[in-house]
Nanobody, 115 residues
Framework: QVRLVESGGGLVQPGGSLRLSCAVS????????VGWYRQAPGKERELVAR???????NYVDFVKGRFTISRDNAKNTVYLQMNSLKPEDTAVYYC?????????WGQGTQVTVAS
């Protein structure tokens, strides 16, 4: 059974930082592409960043220079370091793993940016 478990969300002030983690089990992590998505209230889920099995990262424009995605294949974990957070970054952040035709999601972790 494939499981993705996110952690690290919370309440942070504008300009602050958070580090999200997603622990993966039940699948060969090192050959999988993994990524982070987010969904704000009333909006569709959107891509934030992805990292390939060869550790090539890709970011959407609105997080470039602020967020960093990384992975630790020894720990089957993907991370999202978020700096210079803005109120508009408030959302539920979801971890996603893609392997071949299969796609798996975590349960999400809430990130709230407010003063």
């Amino acid at each position: 059974q494939v499981r993705l478990v996110e952690s690290g969300g919370g309440l942070v002030q504008p300009g602050g930082s958070l580090r999200l983690s997603c622990a993966v089990s039940g699948i060969i992590f090192r050959i999988s592409d993994v990524g982070w998505y987010r969904q704000a209230p009333g909006k569709e889920r959107e891509l934030v960043a992805r990292i390939s099995s060869s550790e090539t990262p890709n970011y959407v424009d609105f997080v470039k220079g602020r967020f960093t995605i990384s992975r630790d294949n020894a720990k089957n974990t993907v991370y999202l370091q978020m700096n210079s957070l803005k109120p508009e970054d408030t959302a539920v952040y979801y971890c996603n793993l893609a392997l071949g035709w299969h796609s798996y999601w975590g349960q999400g972790t809430q990130v709230t940016v407010a003063s």
